[in-house]
Nanobody, 125 residues
Framework: QVQLVESGGGLVQTGDSLRLSCAAS????????TGWFRQAPGKEREFVAA????????LYPDSVKGRFTISRDNAKNTVYLQMDSLKPEDTAVYYC??????????????????WGQGTQVTVSS
């Protein structure tokens, strides 16, 4: 089993930056890839970023590419999501997720078996 706990969310203004953290515990050695997703009220869960266990590869959708950066510190079993130039449309609950079986880095939510409880990010205009 893997447990994930997100932190770092909050209320910011347009153009501000925020860094989210995802701390993993349990069978962390089994994690192959870690992803960030978000879900706004009334919308489907959306892929935000993903990173391999080594940190050597990352994946982003066009909607956040150039503004968001995913990274990891394996010594701390923590994955980060640096979010810059935030926009009101970035407002959502942000979730991190762990994939213990995948071969390829994926932006599909069904590829991830373990999920955190989420952290709210609100960007005011």
């Amino acid at each position: 089993q893997v447990q994930l706990v997100e932190s770092g969310g909050g209320l910011v203004q347009t153009g501000d930056s925020l860094r989210l953290s995802c701390a993993a515990s349990g069978r962390t050695f089994s994690i192959r890839n870690t992803g960030w997703f978000r879900q706004a009220p009334g919308k489907e869960r959306e892929f935000v970023a993903a990173i391999t266990s080594s940190g050597g590869r990352t994946l982003y959708p066009d909607s956040v590419k150039g503004r968001f950066t995913i990274s990891r510190d394996n010594a701390k079993n923590t994955v980060y999501l640096q979010m810059d130039s935030l926009k009101p449309e970035d407002t959502a609950v942000y979730y991190c997720a762990a994939d213990t079986t995948g071969v390829f880095l994926s932006g599909k939510s069904y590829a991830y078996e373990y999920w955190g409880q989420g952290t709210q990010v609100t960007v005011s205009s």
